[in-house]
C-alpha cells in the first residue's frame, strides 16, 4: 500500500472543545475580576493568621487580650477565606454566560 495514495488519507477530527490547562482557566477567571479583592483577601488571611500566631507565641502579655486577639485574627483570616473564594467562584460567570449564549444561537441556526 502506497502511503501517497489518495484514497485512502484518513483525516483525524479537530477536537471542538479542547481542555484548557489550569493555568489558563485560572488566568481567564483572574482577568474577569478586580485584582483589588484578591489582594484584599489574601491581606486579610496573612494578617489574621499572623495575629493569632502572634497571640498564640504568647508576645501578648495580658492573657485577656491575647485571647482577644486570637478571637480576632480567626474571624478576620475565615473572611478573607470566604472573600477569596466568593471572588474566585462568581469570575467565570459572565463569561460562561456569553459563551453558553453565542453556542445556542449557533445551534439553532443550524
Known sequence: MNRSDPKNVTFKKKNR??????????????SAINVFYVVSAVSQIILGLVVTLVSILNLVTPMFLAATLSLIGCIVAMLGLYQLYDVLKGAGGSNDLVRDAIERAIKSRN
Open 17 to 30: 472543545h479542547p481542555k484548557k490547562s489550569f493555568l489558563k482557566s485560572i488566568s481567564g477567571k483572574l
